[in-house]
């Protein structure tokens, strides 16, 4: 018999598939196993994530346009990112009506809450952390975000 068919292995191509035969026959959207060393998940039906990345302002089409990337990766350099600190659901305010915490052109202080990131239907109020003038919001509200994933961009020198 070889290693690939041991009756307890879980990464038998049989296996997966009779799992995938479960999930299907069960309506199961996720199952997560693992064997000692060894972890399968398989997920089917997931939502489907997007994200979208921030604008770039465009500099004009003249003999200066060349030195507009070397000048904004300087500005960037000097700008600081305030980064999720966990998995889940970004929101500019506390509710659909409410006003948003943070928006862009305010200035900010290490203690002021700039949105509300929610995991596990708990609502975790992020500090700012940083002083500064709030140059842009990196995420639209409602979106998931990740853990490390940019908020929002700081300028200290605003």
Known sequence: MSDAEKPGDLFNVKK???????MKEHDLSEIDLKQADHRVRIRRGGEVITTTAAPVARAAATPSAAEAPARQSAEDSRMLIIKSPMVGTFYKASGPDAAPFAKVGDRIGPEKTVCIVEAMKVFNEIPAGVSGQIVAILVEN?????FGQ???KVDPGA
């Open 16 to 22: 997966v598939r009779r799992l995938i035969e479960l």
């Open 142 to 146: 409602g979106a998931p975000v990740e």
């Open 150 to 152: 940019p908020l929002i």
